[in-house]
Structure formats: structure tokens, C-alpha cells
């Protein structure tokens, strides 16, 4: 690992369910882990990258409107222009969803809940690359 990992937290809304049962589309972790992606290039190279590609994804267990997330990231090799990524999904809170229990009724899980998970390849020109801005991702 290059640097250290990055967590973003976020919460799924129920504007971001799409199917029957407030299912969240699993997209919608794709895009928190270009967002993990483009702060991991921020952080190596001071630019945002363009997110090339996906060699692997796999979603381990359903999301739902009202889940907690976190999404980690970390660089695992850096090319001359190319950054190689691992991404890990995880739920850390749900709703209750007990209709003996109110509708905000939530649990928060005594282990986090590894629920996707995937690698990809950010790509950052040259001429954008301008050094770590942090000091945690220095260059070899």
C-alpha cells in the first residue's frame, strides 16, 4: 500500500434506492468508490485522475435506503501516469426495519458488514501530476 487508506462515510438515502424494498443500486458504490479514487489521486499527485478502468467488482450483500456506509480505499501501485486502487464497501449501521419498533429505529452493527469491493485503475497525465499534497503519500 502506497500512502494510507481513505474512508469516506456516507448515508443511503431514499433517494438513492432503486428497486422494490428501498434497494440501493450497486452503482451507487461504484460512484463512492470513484469519489475514494479521485481523493487517493488528490493526496499522491495533486490532480483528480480520470477513473480508467475497473478490473474487478464484486457486491457481497444488499444495501438499502438508510444504511450507513463506508467506503475505503487505498493505492496499491502507482505507474509512471497510471494509479492501481482497492476499494471496500462496508455497512456500519442499518434500520431496525421491526414493525414493533418506530420507522427511525436503527442498529449499529457490532462488526461492519463488508458488502462490496472492488480494484481499478485511476490515470493521472504527467503534466498534471504535481507531487504529494499529503505528506502521508510521499513518492518513493
Known amino acids: 500500500m502506497i500512502g494510507k487508506k481513505v474512508i469516506l462515510r456516507a448515508r443511503m438515502g431514499s433517494g438513492d434506492a432503486h428497486y422494490a424494498g ?10 463512492f468508490f470513484g469519489d475514494v479514487g479521485t481523493e487517493l489521486c488528490i493526496r499522491y499527485d495533486g490532480d483528480e485522475s480520470l477513473f480508467r478502468s475497473y ?4 457486491f457481497l450483500a444488499p444495501v438499502y435506503a438508510g444504511d450507513f456506509m463506508e467506503y475505503h480505499g487505498w493505492i496499491e501501485k502507482a505507474g509512471n501516469t497510471s494509479r492501481f486502487c482497492k476499494f ?8 431496525a426495519r421491526d414493525p414493533e419498533l418506530a420507522l427511525s429505529a436503527a442498529n449499529v452493527l457490532k462488526e461492519p458488514l463488508l458488502v462490496g469491493k472492488a480494484e481499478g485503475t485511476l490515470i493521472v497525465k504527467k503534466e498534471m501530476q504535481r507531487g504529494a499534497q499529503d505528506p502521508d503519500f510521499k513518492h518513493e
Open 55 to 58: 478490473s474487478s467488482v464484486d
Open 88 to 95: 471496500e464497501a462496508y455497512k456500519v449501521i442499518e434500520l
Open 22 to 31: 428501498e434497494l440501493v443500486n450497486g452503482s451507487k458504490i461504484l460512484d
